[in-house]
């Protein structure tokens, strides 16, 4: 298959090398800083000795939590993250003291030489250990290691269990997963003449960053200057860590007045950085004989680690979207996040889906198999649509739902009817076994229920004729800036090189929430439409005299401002030169708030999101039988994301998210022993390569969506959340074995 | 045999200029480029050879300049990604889409480069298996996929 070109303002720059990344500014004078780690998993009466570091050639200052003015601790829901540990330790990710020296070697020797003192406690580290009434409690606030509760309560599982043929109990488990950017977290902070101090870091999230740093400072919001630079990868991981690295850095660069810079290197950014939540699920689901699944109760606990971060908004994904894109009257959930001392778990890719999905759609495909129903007629018996009430009582009635229609696009180009009957099965004659397998999912777009969600942008036309264009949604890399571009030169009809992004600063647009959860384009894009819709007004009201026409009668395309049945028009440079003399400021500001959401806490019913994109993957393997490795042979994915803007990188979403759910699937597990990492770099920690991939075609499904200015959903999460089920159900198609826990690892023994 | 103990300068050709330069003995090729000459296209993704976002060409041959030092490059011909202007690979990476986050892109475009002058002729196989050395997180390999194609046929051209 063949991509379409893509558009990237950024492009030019990130071939050429001249991408600028947090580590690639230098300052004159500029201080170099290290972390020092607490070094224990659990422990009190943390003391620290910073005498013979401070003595150290080069070293200036050694931080410690004293030299404080602010809050030690700080976080997006409970402020319980040590951005410098104080007495206590509570994971082996902890840092107690940082290092300023005029170089980075001199800042790593004089770190060696901060001595560390305090008294161990027993680390709790499992769950099961956590949930022991007799086990130590973890965090510092409350008085128990479950730190989450969510439940959703529809119906009566219970009785409905009674008229069930089938009821199947199973039980699931998930791996933590390491985020594996390439870029590690860094941090250059300036202090600027005026006071303010400028932070250029690798984050995703400028006002979750400025949040951190004002709050370690002691500071108000209005002292920090966050600038938006080329950031290497984040998945929603590059949000608690890496404003933490930035807030340290700025905190020496107040505390020393000099310029200072702080970069991880890679065991540092396993060490410390959160990751996927691993999870235990169990399900308890009851059919009738015709494949009409009729209840539901799930049970799962994630391990939240020694912080809370976002667990609370993750385990909601998963309560809200417990049961998959499936339609069942009677279905409770009980969703716990449990405190470890492990290190914390928070924003993945995906955000509590591709467990819950990976159970559910292993689970549709085991009743499929217990009653002799076809896998594809049984996900059509039960999957939402147009109209339907979903698990938290949402009718779907305000968009196109999709979901078969998206199923049937994938099973027709990958020919999913003939190639499931030359399935394996568990016998073949060679030494190859062959699969096929699906999933489907769907996705609340946005945060739903669980945040505030608004978005806002600047339209600032210049008096050549170009536009200046900022919103609140931050490039990670994913190509937003070039979405906005795109969205914008459509909207006015003028051609996209009169756009400049400009580099937007958390001292100029608006805090508009985070760039996650799947929001960019939907939120971003449709800011841009309110700015549009302002900025039209405003130029017809100003030019319509000009154009010889009403101001409802302005238009704008083909690079032009016409008036009425075309016969004059004026061109950008005119219209803007024009707006200027009458001394008016061709400038607007627009702002989009998400449509309402609604959440009732003690059942879990409501109207979680105000949309959803519909999904469907599906995959070809081999097993080999004598090493039980795993080969995939094709992967076609469709996605409804309601109107393509960029293609390409539509394109390059899906097949990014498919291969890190291959990780996901088949690779990827980020061991703890005794609440330390095994792995320290990418040697102990296997990511997808170019030869564990094979040939990928993405399908763009554009149902536009009424709830979103543009018609635009998203993809980066739907693009991750379920080829894992989709590789256990054709592991299972081709050798017969179900397997229950990520990664999957196939046993020769068993396929002989 | 030259003495190793301390600082000392070296003479090193990069992009085609004669670069002078001090380093110490045990300063690995991609500090001295990064710290020392400015040239931060040259990304430090694992400083461990597993990530190959500082791979760059030493006498047209892709090294992971984080794992050669700087003293073996003397008299070396050393080609990073600022030396690369306007070159085939970096156009057909920027219109396939062979980025997104943009961090392991100088590095595999330097990898591509090596590639396709050791594999003229279309080879999906061989692509894979040479590019394996970099990882990107991002993309999947597919737009990098494609942008090998295109630019192995204006290579041709």
């Not at chain 1, 850095?249 to 200072?260: I, K, M």
């Not at chain 1, 890190?660 to 699937?665: F, K, L, N, P, S």
Request: glycine share 10%; net charge negative; charged share 25%.
């Amino acid at each position: 298959m063949t991509a379409e070109k893509a558009f990237r303002n950024d492009g030019y720059a990130k071939v050429s090398g001249r991408a600028a990344y947090a580590d690639d500014f230098s300052v004159a004078g500029m201080l170099h800083m290290v972390p020092v780690y607490a070094e224990y998993v659990s422990a009190k009466n943390l003391r620290v000795h910073t005498e013979a570091a401070l003595a150290s050639p080069g070293c200036v200052r050694v931080i410690t939590a004293k030299d404080v003015p602010g809050r030690t601790h700080f976080g997006q829901i409970e402020k319980d993250y040590p951005i410098i540990a104080v007495d206590r330790v509570r994971s082996y990710g902890d840092v107690c003291a940082l290092v300023l020296a005029e170089t980075r070697d001199q800042a790593l020797a004089a770190a060696a030489l901060v001595r560390v003192e305090a008294e161990p406690l027993k680390p709790v580290l499992t769950v099961e250990e956590a949930l022991n009434p007799y086990a130590p409690v973890v965090p510092g606030y409350g008085d128990t290691n479950i730190v989450v509760e969510h439940k959703l309560r529809k119906g009566d599982p219970d009785a409905a269990f009674a008229g069930c043929e089938l009821i199947l109990e199973e039980e699931f488990h998930t791996q933590t997963i390491e985020q594996a950017y390439l870029e590690p977290e860094a941090a250059l902070c300036v202090p600027r003449h005026d006071g303010v101090i400028e932070v250029y870091g690798s984050m995703q999230h400028p006002f979750s960053t400025r949040r951190f740093s004002a709050a370690l400072l002691g500071e108000p919001l209005s002292n920090i200057e966050v600038y938006t630079i080329a950031v290497g990868g984040g998945f929603g991981g590059k949000d608690d860590t890496a404003a933490c690295v930035c807030a340290r850095a700025a905190l020496g660069a107040r505390l020393t007045g000099r310029p200072v810079k702080m970069t991880y290197d890679r065991a540092w950014s396993f060490r410390e950085s959160y990751k996927r939540h691993p999870y235990t699920l169990k399900y308890k689901v009851g059919v009738t004989s015709e494949g009409r699944v009729m209840a539901v109760k799930a049970t799962m606990y994630a391990d939240s680690g020694a912080y809370l971060s976002v667990s609370p908004w993750v385990t909601w994904r998963s309560t809200a979207q417990c049961f998959g894109p499936y339609s069942v009257d009677n279905v409770h959930a009980d969703v716990y996040a449990v405190a470890t001392n492990n290190i914390f778990n928070g924003a993945m890719r995906g955000f509590g889906a591709p467990q819950v999905n990976f159970a559910v759609e292993s689970l549709m495909d085991m009743i499929a198999a217990e009653l002799k129903i076809h896998p594809l007629g049984l996900r059509r018996i039960n999957m939402v649509k147009q109209d339907s009430l979903t698990v938290t009582g949402q009718k779907l009635d305000k968009h196109v739902v999709s979901m078969e229609e998206v199923m049937n696009r994938v099973v027709h180009d990958i020919g999913y009817r003939k190639k499931y009957e030359q399935c394996s099965f568990g016998k073949a004659e060679g030494d190859e076994l062959y699969g096929i397998g699906l999933a489907i999912s769907y996705r609340g777009a946005s945060l739903g229920a669980e945040g505030m969600d608004f978005c806002s942008c600047i339209l600032n036309g210049q008096y050549d004729g170009s536009l200046l264009l900022e919103t609140g949604i931050h490039e990670n890399g994913q190509g937003s800036e070039s979405a906005m571009i795109l969205i914008l030169a459509e909207a006015l009809g003028c051609d996209q090189k009169r756009i400049r992004y400009r580099r937007p600063s958390t001292s100029n647009v608006p805090d508009s929430g985070t760039t996650v959860a799947t929001r960019g384009t939907i939120m971003g894009g449709s800011a841009v439409m309110a700015a549009v819709a302002e900025f039209k007004a405003l130029l017809s009201a100003h030019l319509a005299e000009r154009l010889r026409c009403k101001p409802d009668e302005v238009n704008f395309h083909d690079d032009k401002i016409w008036g009425l049945n075309y016969e004059y028009s004026l061109s950008w440079e005119e219209a803007m030169r024009e707006l200027y003399l009458q001394r008016v400021t061709p400038y607007a500001f627009g702002s989009f708030k998400a449509p309402d959401v609604s959440w009732d806490d003690t059942n879990g019913q409501g109207d979680a999101y105000f949309t959803f994109v519909y999904s469907c993957q599906a995959v070809e393997l081999s097993v080999e039988k004598k090493t039980g490795k795993v080969k995939l042979l094709n992967i076609v994915a469709a996605h409804d994301i309601g109107k393509a803007i960029n293609r390409a990188m539509l394109l390059g979403q899906i097949y990014g998210g498919i291969t890190q759910a291959v990780g996901m699937a088949l690779m990827e597990d980020f061991k703890l022993e005794e609440g330390k990492p095994v792995a320290h770099n990418f040697d102990g920690y296997i990511l997808p390569r170019s030869t564990d991939l094979p040939p990928m075609t993405g399908i763009i499904v554009e149902n536009h969506d009424p709830a979103s200015l543009t018609g635009a959903k998203g993809i980066g999460e739907p693009a991750i959340e379920l080829l894992a089920p989709a590789i256990a159900n054709a592991v299972y198609n081709a050798t017969g074995i179900r397997a229950k826990s990520l990664p999957i690892k196939l046993n020769p023994e068993d396929l002989a | 045999m030259k003495d190793y103990a301390g600082p000392i300068e070296l003479s090193l050709r990069i992009n085609g200029e004669t670069r002078r330069v001090q380093a110490r003995p045990g300063d690995s090729l991609l500090r001295l480029l990064r710290e020392r000459l400015g040239l931060t296209g040259t990304k430090c993704g694992c400083e461990n050879g597993d990530c190959g976002a500082c791979t760059v060409l030493v006498d047209g041959a892709p090294i992971k300049s984080c794992m050669a030092l700087a003293v073996e490059c003397e008299g070396s011909d050393i080609l990073t990604i600022e030396g690369l202007r306007g070159h085939p690979v970096q156009k057909a990476f920027a219109v396939e889409n062979g980025f997104q986050c943009g961090f392991c892109t100088p590095g595999m475009i330097l990898n591509a480069v090596a590639l396709l002058s050791a594999h003229p002729e279309e080879d999906e196989e061989a692509d894979r298996e040479w590019m394996q050395s970099n990882i990107c997180r991002c993309t999947g390999y597919e737009g990098i996929r494609l942008a090998l194609a295109s630019a192995r046929r204006s290579l041709k051209d």
